[in-house]
């Protein structure tokens, strides 16, 4: 296996005075990119959030510097500004710079400003794809994001409140029945989310599902509706991460299989 990998060609080198913001994927660390392995073990320094997982931060090389700005042990965010600062800095210091963000940098990751920022500044950067949460907790729950007669297609969406206090969202083309939606974000805006779907149309018995800390061993997967949801997230006290998952295509896998982590069990 390790030999047909090497045999890919590396198209992206990781140079000095570079910076690869690349996309660790959602936990599981046998979902990274060949090409994301290759720029972790590249890493001089790894500059890095709250999302990525403690196994994919083993796999960096031995005295590669890390860089937290993730939420948790700072209990704000690093701003931003400061983030692409560190980033210019660091690569004009003549590293290579790791940028390692949870999911897919390009999805709600604020990647591209960090990579506008670095091209403002003269600094080039590699882009890694990650598979992001809603791919692989999805899968990894047993629902598939898209299945025919059941959802066209799906829409990811934050629930995050706008700086204004509010969640001003498409409710009218979020609430067509032959889609799925998956919000990321969006515990803290469930009731919200719930309430106005039902609003604008959408079933109450809408099959819904949370999945939390998706793709690792304690990957949490619950299945409800529309409006029973935001009472059975109180009642299991779900944290972040988590994501919410609305449509007929939660109901799809498991009424025939047990899904979890991936693994299909058939039932007897
Ligand atoms: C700032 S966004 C980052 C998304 C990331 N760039 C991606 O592509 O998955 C953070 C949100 O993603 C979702 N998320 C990320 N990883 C997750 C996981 N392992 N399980 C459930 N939700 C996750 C949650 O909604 C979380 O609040």
Redesign the pocket.
Same mark, same amino acid.
């Given at each position: 296996m390790i030999n047909a990998i090497n045999k890919i060609e590396a198209k992206g080198l990781l140079q000095a005075g570079e910076v690869a913001i690349v996309g660790a994927g959602?936990?599981d660390p046998e979902l990274l990119t060949i090409k994301a392995l290759r720029f972790i073990e590249q890493a001089d320094i790894a500059v890095y959030d709250r999302?990525v997982s403690e196994e994919i931060m083993a796999l960096l090389p031995d005295g590669c510097e890390q860089f937290y700005v993730g939420k948790k042990q700072a209990k704000h965010c690093v701003p931003q500004e400061n983030i692409n600062e560190v980033l210019a800095q660091q690569a004009k210091l003549g590293k290579r710079v790791l940028r390692l963000?949870?999911?897919?940098?390009f999805?709600?990751?604020r990647g591209s400003e960090e990579a506008e920022y670095l091209l403002q500044q003269g600094v080039s950067c590699h882009i890694a794809p990650?598979i992001? =949460?809603a791919s692989a907790?999805t899968a990894y729950a047993g629902i598939p994001l898209t299945h025919r007669g059941l959802a066209q297609g799906c829409t990811f969406i934050t629930g995050h409140l706008e700086n204004d206090g509010q969640l001003n969202l498409p409710w009218q083309s979020l609430a067509n029945d032959k889609q799925t939606v998956v919000f990321?974000?969006g515990l803290g805006t469930l009731d919200i989310i719930a309430r106005e779907l039902v609003a604008h149309g959408r079933a109450g018995t809408t099959p819904a599902a949370i999945?939390?800390?998706?793709?690792?061993s304690d990957q949490q997967a619950y299945r409800a509706t529309l409006e029973t949801l935001p009472a059975l997230v109180a009642k299991h006290n779900i944290t972040?991460? =988590?994501?919410i998952v609305i449509g007929d295509v939660v109901d799809k896998i498991d009424q025939r299989y047990v899904a979890s982590l991936g693994y299909l069990k058939a039932l007897d």
């Amino acid at each position: 296996m390790i030999n047909a990998i090497n045999k890919i060609e590396a198209k992206g080198l990781l140079q000095a005075g570079e910076v690869a913001i690349v996309g660790a994927g959602p936990g599981d660390p046998e979902l990274l990119t060949i090409k994301a392995l290759r720029f972790i073990e590249q890493a001089d320094i790894a500059v890095y959030d709250r999302l990525v997982s403690e196994e994919i931060m083993a796999l960096l090389p031995d005295g590669c510097e890390q860089f937290y700005v993730g939420k948790k042990q700072a209990k704000h965010c690093v701003p931003q500004e400061n983030i692409n600062e560190v980033l210019a800095q660091q690569a004009k210091l003549g590293k290579r710079v790791l940028r390692l963000k949870g999911g897919d940098p390009f999805v709600f990751g604020r990647g591209s400003e960090e990579a506008e920022y670095l091209l403002q500044q003269g600094v080039s950067c590699h882009i890694a794809p990650g598979i992001t =949460a809603a791919s692989a907790c999805t899968a990894y729950a047993g629902i598939p994001l898209t299945h025919r007669g059941l959802a066209q297609g799906c829409t990811f969406i934050t629930g995050h409140l706008e700086n204004d206090g509010q969640l001003n969202l498409p409710w009218q083309s979020l609430a067509n029945d032959k889609q799925t939606v998956v919000f990321y974000m969006g515990l803290g805006t469930l009731d919200i989310i719930a309430r106005e779907l039902v609003a604008h149309g959408r079933a109450g018995t809408t099959p819904a599902a949370i999945i939390r800390n998706g793709t690792r061993s304690d990957q949490q997967a619950y299945r409800a509706t529309l409006e029973t949801l935001p009472a059975l997230v109180a009642k299991h006290n779900i944290t972040p991460p =988590a994501l919410i998952v609305i449509g007929d295509v939660v109901d799809k896998i498991d009424q025939r299989y047990v899904a979890s982590l991936g693994y299909l069990k058939a039932l007897d």
